[in-house]
């Protein structure tokens, strides 16, 4: 069975602080996909980042970037100089390989920039 | 392009009565998920469809139909509602197995 563990579940920190989002996985699968997901206080949810488990390398995009480690099992998402408008719930969320995979969302983290 | 269009936003019926909420997505996506999101459970999955005619379970199946006529619509039916299905539902459709769901807005449903 596929797990996902956000284990902080709520985050405040002050504007242009960095903040560290963590994710940890379980999974029997060798080839799996990992996804970051935001949904701001408007309540949409705004895909952000999908990785699979052949590709280690970390990603940046902008202020975001991503650390995938196989080792621990975990795809932990960065925001450098948090700004206000970062504030929103953010899931983690794994996919298995197969045809018909089903998406299995971690239980969220409420993250909370003031300014 | 308006993507995945869920109706209706908001909804309040009794206990005992059953409705539908609509899904629609115009991207002629094959898959189609139904998830329920409550407060400090993250989303879980209802049903899912991988093409026109498939459905199987999700992980909170208990109390809802699916179906999956056209590639088009995926409609969530409530049976008989309980006050344990009030929640924020939402439709989600896929171009294939691993690439990003893309999700609507959501519809809010309170059972009295």
């Known amino acids: 069975a596929q797990k996902v563990t956000q284990a902080q579940t709520e985050i405040s920190v002050v504007e242009k602080e960095d903040v560290t989002l963590d994710c940890v996985y379980e999974?029997?699968?060798?080839?799996?996909?990992l996804f970051w997901y935001k949904q701001p206080p408007s309540g949409e949810l705004v895909f952000l980042i999908r990785?699979?488990?052949?590709?280690?390398q970390n990603e940046i995009s902008g202020r975001y970037s991503w650390n995938f480690q196989k080792s621990t099992s975990s795809f932990n998402f960065t925001i450098t100089a948090s700004q206000v408008v970062d504030s929103a719930v953010y899931f983690c969320a794994l996919s298995d390989g197969g045809a018909n995979s089903k998406l299995t969302f971690g239980k969220g983290i409420t993250l909370s920039v003031r300014p | 392009n308006a993507g995945v269009t869920q109706t209706p936003k908001f909804q309040v019926l009794k206990t005992g009565q059953s409705m539908t909420l609509q899904c629609a997505q115009d991207?002629?996506?094959?898959?189609m998920s139904w998830y329920r999101q409550d407060p400090g459970m993250g989303l879980r999955l209802i049903h899912y469809s991988v093409g026109a005619g498939i459905t199987d379970q999700g992980e909170v199946p208990n109390g809802y139909n699916v179906s999956r006529s056209t590639t088009e619509d995926f409609p969530l039916r409530l049976l008989s509602a309980a006050p344990s299905q009030t929640s924020v539902y939402f439709c989600a459709s896929r171009r294939g197995p691993h690439q990003p769901q893309h999700f609507g807005d959501g519809t809010r449903l309170s059972i009295l």
């Open positions: 999974t029997r699968d060798t080839t799996y996909y």
């Open positions: 991207m002629n996506h094959e898959y």
């Open positions: 990785r699979n488990s052949f590709d280690e």
